[in-house]
């Protein structure tokens, strides 16, 4: 389980946020631009300290302000996919999902489960927006991480490849059995691939921009879910 009690001073306001995410489950944090979502992404990653609070891991204490303790990135254990691929440039596709992985059998089934096996011997540069990013997320996932943390992984994708890798993940994400964080700005895609969605707003969490933004939806998401029962329901947390 991963807990999350933490603030820390931003330029305009401070970030002030206590939840937690179970294995097997995704947390899909949404909010408006500049609320604060990648700096809890960096904090939870290990690239920033928080000033007060604790990040805990299990049993697991990566940082906790006031006994000084701070895990730093590599330490942790923890994948991260943003919106720019990152794959070595100079290692072919299959070298790349390898990178760090600890089962060999497992690159070549994801690889083959996000279809770009066909690939294998493919330089970054060879192949398609889509395909890279489908590559990184085999990347992230391969090395057996203990948390998968995604900022906006979809957001420079076409339509067809961002449902394609939505699938995905919504197929994978119990098998994983770790705790998933995706910030997203795509409220259809909070709800569809969502356990628990949070909002975050100026730093604390609040469901109001999410009711405001299921407002303005017409109470209907593009998937023909609706966003009254999302609410409704144990999906937001209410502060
Ligand atoms: N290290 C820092 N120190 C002080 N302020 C920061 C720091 N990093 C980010 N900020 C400020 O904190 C606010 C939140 O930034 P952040 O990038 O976390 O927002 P966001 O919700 O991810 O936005 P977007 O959706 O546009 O990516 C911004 O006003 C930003 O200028």
Known sequence: MLRVDVTKRLKHFDLELEFSCAPGTLTAIV?????GKTTLVRLLAGLEKPDTGCITFGKNVWADAAARIFVPARKRGLSLVFQDYTLFPHLSIRKNVAFAAPNPDRVDELMEMFGIRHLASSKPASISGGERQRAAFCQAIARE???LLLDEPFSALDVANRRNLRSRLKDLKSDLNIPILHVTHDLDEAVFLGDTVLAVEQGSLS??????????NNDVAHDGSDYRTVLAGNWVMDQ
């Open 31 to 35: 909010g408006p631009s500049g609320a």
């Open 207 to 216: 469901s109001d921009w999410l009711h405001k933004q299921y407002e303005q």
């Open 145 to 147: 991480p203990v948390l």
